[in-house]
């Protein structure tokens, strides 16, 4: 009994510790402009004051709009590239395919900065460059080997003999790909769709390098933007955190379980 | 599985466009980039004249990316230090079978959900030597009766530890928030794949409950470890947005990451041959990382 007292003791401070930061974003977000002083920038607010979310909402809604459009579409392509590739790699694979499936994955890992400069001049030259569509072909590409690997592991988990009977059946690779493993692959569909939506959405550098005009940026750059102004509250930029994190975290808390396996499957074994 | 020819044609054609893609938009564009670096480009306009190894010996005579490499390798310690030990202390007291656990797992591992922009604006906030915890403290001590302003420079700080800056503990600090839950969950899941029976043979032969961690379970958790050291040791190699937002390089460029001067010197000012020199360390540094645990990892599968 004493042990589980001191149990439950030790995980409460780290939740405490763990929800910081939380406090910090709710607390200094809810403050009016007049309440943000030095004395009581820990305190609770007196009571709720939306002004900074009206404020914020207001510098960042059209960046909002663009993360969704980038996003959205990007995570979708990417998916079902992944379902394919994940499904040819798994159960059509021929004489280098676990090669080649190696050299796609080291893909996911290498510092994007070593193919940043050739990265900008290929989308300016094919007029991509500064535009949301040139930022869902970058995603879509980068993302072929999370997406790949998350099917493929997805589907070595499914029997050869699923594949042999359809064949049997007198169904082509099509065939089973659209009949079958679709089918039964949904849950790697959650799977790759919350880890791409998640990383998309969150992605700071390919926005930040490949975008410039304020009407095309991503929310993550607009909102560092804000952070990095002199002239911006500290209330604003936290109700403009509070606004970026809604889409994740509504994700993690509905599909979190989808998440937590992106996020295992990243450490390569599945 | 026995493949026909027309299977065979249908299965390399529609396996080219990802393959192309990869190979051009990864491959090629490091080759690229390498063929960048050999090069006098400096200003808007591609130069490709061939400069030799002239952008790798500056680089590595230049003091502030010496500066951003002592930073890298005691982010790099840290904050490994902190995820793995952290993240295996909260795996074993979550293993307990516990009321409440998917609350506190789920709390744990959100800020992994979280933009590192996002924490970058909040933990700025936090050790802002202006606002956030100097202001707590100061507070607190007034509570019991001490006047007197806390005035720490967080990560304005210009102290340093030997080659080690002071100023990249806030940093460090952001960035296990949101990857000790990673790291925990990366060894829940190997716990509880460890079969009951045999911390039970154990605890049989009377071992106390340390004792099986010590000497059953740890030594089974081996292999995580590893994995863990690795994914975050490659994802400190090439940290950016946090640092980037939270604090840029930083007086005297006390919190100054390769990344950062990467980014600075190819798209600030415009010394694209040198940006690439900078990229290409960092890939380097985080292939000897990758290249030996992919190798093994797929090694093991087949």
């Known amino acids: ?226 952070a990095g102004s002199e002239y911006v509250e500290w209330n604003v930029q936290m109700a403009g955190a509070l606004i970026i994190t809604i889409p994740p975290l509504l994700i993690y808390i509905f599909l979190g379980r989808y998440f937590i396996k992106g996020l295992l499957a990243g450490s390569v074994k599945g | ?46 130069d490709y004249t061939f400069a030799g190894l002239k952008n790798f010996i500056s680089l590595f005579k230049s003091v502030r990316f010496l500066i951003d490499i002592y930073n890298n390798i005691f982010f790099t310690i840290l904050f490994l230090a902190i995820c793995v030990g952290g993240g295996l202390f909260l795996a074993i007291l979550l293993d307990q079978f516990i009321k409440g656990e998917g609350i506190f797992r789920t709390v744990y591992l959100f800020p992994l959900a979280i933009s590192p922009v996002v924490s970058a604006v909040v933990w700025k906030w936090i050790f802002s030597p202006k606002v956030g915890v100097n202001v707590l403290l100061t507070n607190l001590l007034s509570k019991i009766g001490i006047e007197r302003t806390v005035e720490f420079g967080w990560y304005t700080s210009t102290a340093s530890f030997g080659p080690f800056n002071i100023a990249l503990i806030p940093i460090i600090i952001a960035a296990s928030w949101g990857f000790v839950g990673y790291v925990m969950a990366m060894y829940l899941a190997a716990l509880r794949g460890i079969p009951a029976e045999l911390k039970e043979a154990a605890r049989v032969d009377g071992a106390s409950e340390f004792k099986i961690y010590m000497k059953v379970i740890l030594p089974l958790l081996k292999p995580i470890t590893l994995s863990a050291l690795i994914i975050l040791g490659h994802i400190s190699l090439k940290m950016f947005d946090l640092v980037y937002v939270m604090t840029g390089r930083g007086p005297g460029f006390v919190t100054d990451f390769p990344s950062i001067f990467m980014y600075e010197t190819t798209f600030a000012a415009n010394k694209f041959s040198q940006g690439a020199a900078i990229s290409l360390v960092m890939l380097l540094m985080v292939a000897v990382v990758i290249i030996p645990y992919l190798t093994m990892s797929l090694r093991r599968e087949t």
């Open chain 1, 1 to 226: 009994m004493k042990k589980k007292i001191i149990l439950y003791f030790v995980l409460i401070i780290f939740l405490i510790i763990f929800l910081v930061p939380v406090y910090v974003l709710m607390v200094t977000s809810l403050k009016g402009f007049e309440e943000v002083s030095l004395a009581s920038m820990w305190n609770l607010p007196k009571g709720l004051n939306f002004q900074s979310f009206i404020s914020a909402f207001d510098k960042l809604k059209g960046n909002f709009l663009n993360s969704l459009y980038l996003t959205i579409p990007a995570t979708v392509i990417s998916a079902l590239l992944g379902s394919w590739n994940g499904y040819i790699l798994s159960k059509w694979k021929f004489r280098g395919s676990d090669i080649i499936f190696t050299l796609i994955l080291f893909g996911m890992f290498i510092p994007y900065q070593s193919i940043l400069i050739p990265l900008v001049l290929v989308l300016r030259s094919i007029g991509l460059y500064g535009s949301i569509p040139g930022l869902i072909v970058t995603h879509v590409i980068y993302g072929i080997p999370i997406v790949t690997l998350i099917f493929r592991n997805y589907y070595a988990g499914v029997q050869d003999e699923i594949v042999e009977a359809s064949k049997i059946d007198g169904s082509n690779i099509f065939g089973t790909y659209f009949h079958i493993m679709l089918r039964i692959a949904i849950p790697a569909f959650v799977v790759a769709i919350v880890w791409q939506f998640t990383s998309i959405w969150n992605e700071y550098l390919f926005a930040y390098v490949l975008t410039h005009n304020p009407r095309v940026q991503p929310i993550t750059v607009a909102l560092a933007n804000l």
């Open chain 2, 1 to 46: 599985m026995k493949q026909s020819r027309k299977e065979r044609t249908i299965v390399i054609l529609t396996i080219t466009p990802s393959v192309v893609a990869v190979g051009v938009f990864v491959y090629g564009f490091i080759a690229w980039s390498i063929r960048v670096s050999l090069s006098d480009w400096i200003g808007i306009r591609p």
